[in-house]
C-alpha cells in the first residue's frame, strides 16, 4: 500500500504497510495509481513527486505468496498476469504524470520491483545499503517485449546488457558508474533528504507539467508507442 502527502509543490508518495519487502499485488499497484491519479489531479505548474519507502527493502518484486495462494497452475498463471497488467497500468501512469519524478531507493529492488525505481526520471541510492536485481533469468522467465523496451529506455550498452544478461545484484556504487542512478548517499535518512531536495529543487524550476510529460514520452517514444501513450502535440509558444 502507500500514501501521498502534499508539502507545497512537492508530493511525497510513501511505500508502507505490514508487507515490509513492498511486494507487488493489485491492489498494492492499483493503490499507487489511485495515488498517482490524485497527484494529478492537484498538480500546478511547478509540482514535483518523490517516492520513498523504509526497511531492507524499497520493492522486492511481486507478491508471489498471493500468486501461488491459488487451487491450480491455472489461477496462478492467471493472478500473474493481472499482476502484470496492473504494473503496466502502473508504469503508465508514472510515465504520463505532468511532473518532475525521483526515486529514492533506500533498500533493496528486486524483479519486478526494480521497474519502480526506474519509472521515475531520476533515481539516487543508499551507497551503504541495496542493489538492483533483475532475476528473470535465475527464475527462467522470458522479459516480456514491452519491459525490454522499458529497460532499453532506461539505459543502454553493457549496462543493459549486465542488467538483464548477467542477473548481477548491483549496487549503487556500480549502479551510478553505470549512469543508472544519479546518486548516492549514505543511510536512508541521507537518500530520503537527498530525493526529497532533488523534488523540490526541480519543483522550483515551475515547468509545464503538460509539456514536461509529453517531452518524457518523446524521449521514450519506442517505449511509449508500444504503451499506446504516444507524444502529441499541445501547440506552439507565442513568439
Known sequence: ????????????LTLTGKNVEHRLNPEVLISIISALSRAKAKSTRGSALVTVSHGKFFCNGFDLDWVNAT??????QQRFDYSLDC?????????????????????????AGVVIPLCHDYVV???????????????????????????????SGWALRDLVLRGLKIKGEELLKMGIVDA?????EGVT?????MADDLARRKWDGEVYAEIRKGLYSEFCGMLGIASKAIGTPKL
Open 1 to 12: 500500500m502507500c500514501s501521498l502527502e502534499k508539502r507545497g509543490n512537492l508530493f511525497i
Open 184 to 188: 548516492v548517499y549514505d543511510g536512508e
Open 125 to 155: 541510492m543508499r551507497r551503504d545499503r541495496g542493489v538492483l536485481y533483475v532475476n528473470d533469468l535465475e527464475m527462467g522467465l522470458k522479459i516480456p517485449e514491452l519491459y525490454m523496451a522499458f529497460f532499453r529506455a532506461k539505459t
Open 71 to 76: 487451487g491450480s497452475k491455472q489461477e496462478a
Open 193 to 197: 533528504n537527498a530525493g526529497m531536495k
Open 87 to 111: 504494473l503496466t497500468q502502473l508504469v503508465q501512469a508514472f510515465i504520463s504524470l505532468p511532473m518532475p519524478t525521483v526515486a529514492a531507493v533506500n533498500g533493496h529492488a528486486a524483479a
